[in-house]
Structure formats: C-alpha cells, structure tokens
C-alpha cells in the first residue's frame, strides 16, 4: 500500500502544476483570436472526419458479417442495375454525404482564412521579431524614432490591439510558435514573413522556435507577456528609459568593465557605451523573466552561473566562457542587476 | 582466418586510427584551458613590418588552424565585429588585402591572433579584452582561409551567413610570402 502510494505522491504536484500552467503552452489556450479560430476549424475537421470514418468501418463491419449470405452484384458482373432499391439509394445518400462533408470543410476553412486575413489589415502595432541562434531579437516599430524600443527574448503584447509580426532571420531557418496565442509561421533568412495577432486574454505564454536551428534549438524559447492596454503602454515607456547610472561602488565596477570589456562587443546597453548590435539588448535585462532565450527563470544566482560559464549551461551558445575572476563576476551581476 | 578477411580487419583497423587522428571536426565548446593567451606581440608603437624574426610556433596554433569550428565562428565575427568596414571580404578598402599572399606581419596563424590583438600602425584597433582569447584566435583561422592557407577539408562549403559569393572550397590557394616585410 505505501509503495503504491509513492509514485502517486511523487505525480500530484506535477499534475497540480499542470493545471496551473494549463494555458501556458496549449492549443488549448484560447489566448488569441486567431488560436480560438484555429482551434474551431480543427474541431470542426475532426468531428466530420470522426462521423465519416465510423460510417466506413460501420459499413465495413457489416459487409464482413453478411458476407456469403447474399450473391454480391459486383460491376464486373454487369448486373448492377440489379441491386436492391434499398442498396441503390443508400450509396446514392453516402456519395451526397461526403459531398456535403468536403464542402463544410472548404467552406469552415475559406471563413478561418478570410477573418485572419481580415485581421491582417487592420494592423495597429507592428513588432519586428528577427530569429538568431539561438534567441530572438525584438524591434517594436514606430515612427516616431524616439518611441522605437529594442528588446530581446520578451515579448509584450497589448490585450485586443491586432499585433502585426514581421518576421526575419540572421542565419538559418526558425519558426515562429506561440501554441497558446496562434502559429506557426517560418522566420526565413532574406525574407519577411509576417504572423498577426489579436490577444484576447492577459497572461504569460511560452513561445518555442519550431524549426530545428542548430544544437540549442530546444534552448531558443520566448515568453510572451499580454498586457492589458495601461499596462502595456507602461511597460513600453519603462523600456524606452536609458539604463540607470549604478549606485552601489560594486555596480559602478561592474559597469565600468562590462561597457568597455568584451560584454560590449556583442551586448547592447541604452544609454551607455555598450553599442554591440550581435547579442540581446540588455538595457532592461533584470525586468526580463528569463535568460538567454528560456533557458533559465531569472534570478541573482542564475545570473551568477550564465555569466561565469554559460557554456556549460547552454554549450555552443554564441556567448564564450570569459572565466571571470570571483571579484569581476560580483560586480558585473551587481551591475546586471540594477538593469530594471 | 584466411588471409582476404585478415586483410580487410587490417583496413578497418587502419582506417579507425586514421578517424580517431581526424581533428579538424574538434569543437571545444569552452576555450580550453580557461584564460588563455594570444602570444604578446609587440604593440603598433614599436612594430614594422618584418622587423621582428618569428617567434616559435605557438601550440595552441594546433587546436584553431585547419580547424571546421574555429573558420566557422570566425566568419561569423569577421561580419559582426565589421573587420569587413575596412578590409572588406578579404579585398581590402582601407585595410590591406586578406586574400593575397602578403603578410606584412606574418601568416602563421598565431602572428595573425598577435596581429588581432595588439593592433597595427595605421588604424588596425587592438582588440584585446574587446574579444575572448578564443575569439581571436577564431578569427584567425577565418583570416588565413580567406587566402586559402587551411586545407581544403576545414574550410565550408557553404557559408554560415547569407552569402553570393563563391564557396570556400573553391578559394585559390596563395602562397604564404612575408617578403614585403624585408626591413625597408
């Protein structure tokens, strides 16, 4: 009785959390117009595929339990017209059935099409999402040029505004794929796909790259975060603010070797030296729920083991193994830190 | 056994030693050891061309020449990090050529990392502590393959970026000549 009951206990906190979690990654989740409208044309699918495919083995079954009892007027015989009225009228029924069938499915997938596609056209935000090995670099456009706002790995979507996302890549193919919101859809290199998107409920999903990208493929996730519209215009004009001047002597060392050490190079920081234009933008790192493209929750400790060796924990990432000596690494995520 | 299935262990035996000699493939995720250093050269200040007899070949040369991975994360630094705003792909511009045969500084692959990291007269930047030891010395590898130094199995066929150009395997291969760096 105690050994049954163990693994039981060991799958309930897993199955609780699942229930928690249940619309954080599911074609289930309903969280977007699209995702509602896909889910509608796939239960429309299955269920007249379902009746046709029981008919058929019904028919089947049938056929197998009268087999001998009556003499079959198969063509070759030539004696078709022969057959039972009964027979006549009921392939006559079944050839109409799987007419109207097919022309549901057309009909209930040329309606999917044209109300996504009608969505498309009323764009009200556009986000540029460009694909890299192995995480996502995010643009959200404007034309006011002071209002255009660079992230990396997070992407805020406001609650019932159509989203429009252009879609781009720096190296290989990946694919654009948030289940609980709608997807997917190819980021393709030299060329601009584009996804759109009306969220109808506010929560945090996982978006996954769906296209095998290299050897961190399964480390390249997004969290995506719908805002309601106030919150979401906070954020953006959160974003939007230069990276804070450190405090503390110990951030103040930290961002003196992290703007004009190597981190600069590759890493974008706003407001400061830090100019590389190759690696996430870290301007409002610490606001982030995760590091490096879902591959850890972020947290000081976190934060400490990436940026000491992060190809231990990533390995091929296009971060390197610098090998900081203990005193730098403490200044640096002080440094990070204070990036909110 | 008879002699025509002895022959054959013989083949297989020598060619899962020739495998195992293969390290072109070698891929060290994490720069090993941990800090190591491009060979301290001397600096844009003191240096002309040639005026310094080559040092021993540095060992760790062995882990990045004719090595797949190092040409290739090289490649992608040489785009990113815009060695190409001034030598542009391989042509040169406002920097020297890569793709011929001379080297004012040297063409082995560690007077390339020094070169990398200390800088040079006339505008090369020195970019120590810009770049991991381990960058550099990818981007080495790349330099000396834009003149077709590394042997052929090493280089790509194809390129890690979006690319017209003709593939790798197909650059001519120059001579290694440092004789315009005769003391003038």
């Known amino acids: 009785m105690k050994l049954s009951a163990r693994p039981l206990a060991a799958v309930l906190p897993l199955l609780l959390a699942a229930c928690q979690y249940q619309h954080y990654q599911s074609d289930f989740g309903k969280g977007a117009v699209e995702d509602t409208q896909f889910l509608t044309l796939f239960t429309i699918f299955i269920v007249v595929c379902a009746v046709m495919y029981l008919l058929v083995i019904g028919f089947l079954f049938a056929a197998i339990l009268r087999r001998g009892r009556i003499e079959a007027n198969v063509v070759e015989s030539g004696r078709h017209h022969e057959s039972h009225p009964l027979m006549q009228s009921t392939l006559i029924g079944w050839a109409a059935l799987i007419g109207v069938g097919l022309a549901a499915l057309a009909v209930a997938s040329f309606v999917t099409d044209r109300s996504m596609a009608k969505a498309a056209t009323n764009e009200k935000l556009s986000i540029t999402l460009t694909g890299n090995q192995w995480w996502w670099d995010i643009v959200y456009n404007s034309a006011d040029a002071s209002k255009t706002l660079r992230t990396a790995n997070e992407l805020h979507l406001p609650l019932g505004v159509p989203t429009r996302i252009i879609l781009k890549s720096n190296d290989v193919i990946h694919s654009f794929w948030v289940p609980s919101l709608a997807g997917k859809q190819d980021l393709i290199p030299g060329r601009e796909n584009d996804i759109t998107i009306v969220p109808k409920r506010t929560g945090i999903y996982r978006g996954q790259c769906a296209e095998y990208c290299g050897t961190q493929h399964a480390h390249m996730s997004l969290v995506v975060v719908v805002d309601s519209y106030p919150d979401f215009i906070k954020w953006w004009g959160h974003q939007l603010q230069p990276a804070p001047a450190p405090a503390s002597p110990l951030a103040l060392a930290g961002f003196k070797y992290v703007t004009s050490g190597p981190c600069s190079s590759c890493h974008n920081i706003g407001g400061t030296q830090a100019s590389g234009q190759v690696a996430p933008d870290l301007t409002h790192l610490a606001s982030r729920k995760s590091i490096a493209a879902g591959t850890l929750p972020m947290s000081e400790g976190n934060l400490y083991g990436w940026v000491e060796d992060p190809q231990s924990l990533k390995p091929g990432v296009k971060m390197p193994t610098i090998g900081l000596p203990p005193d730098r690494l403490h200044a640096v995520v002080a440094y990070l830190e204070t990036l909110r | ?184």
């Not at chain 2, 190591?36 to 002309?48: K, L, M, Q, W």
């Not at chain 2, 001379?102 to 560690?110: A, H, K, M, P, S």
């Not at chain 2, 810009?130 to 003149?147: F, G, H, M, N, P």
Request: aromatic residues 4%; charged residues 15%; proline residues 9%.
């Open chain 2, 1 to 184: 056994m008879s002699s025509p299935s002895r022959v054959s262990l013989l083949v297989l035996g020598a060619a899962a030693l020739a495998l195992a000699a293969c390290n072109r493939e070698e891929h060290h995720s994490r720069a090993k050891p941990i800090g190591e250093t491009v060979p301290a050269g001397e600096s844009p200040d003191t240096i002309f061309p040639g005026s310094s007899t080559a040092p021993p070949l540095d060992p760790r040369a062995a882990l990045y020449d004719n090595n797949v991975n190092a040409i290739s994360q090289g490649q992608q630094l040489f785009m990113q990090m815009n060695c190409v705003g001034c030598h542009s792909h391989g042509g040169g511009g406002m920097g020297p050529p890569l793709m011929d045969d001379e080297w004012r500084y040297g063409g082995r692959i560690d007077q390339i990392a020094t070169t990398i990291a200390e800088g040079r007269p006339n505008g090369m930047p020195s970019w120590r502590g810009k770049l991991t030891e381990d960058q550099i010395w990818d981007l080495a590898a790349y330099v000396r393959s834009l003149s077709g130094l590394p042997s052929k199995d090493a280089v790509a066929s194809r390129s890690e970026s979006m690319s017209a150009g003709t593939p790798q395997t197909l650059t001519p291969h120059a001579e290694m000549n440092n004789s315009d760096a005769v003391p003038q």
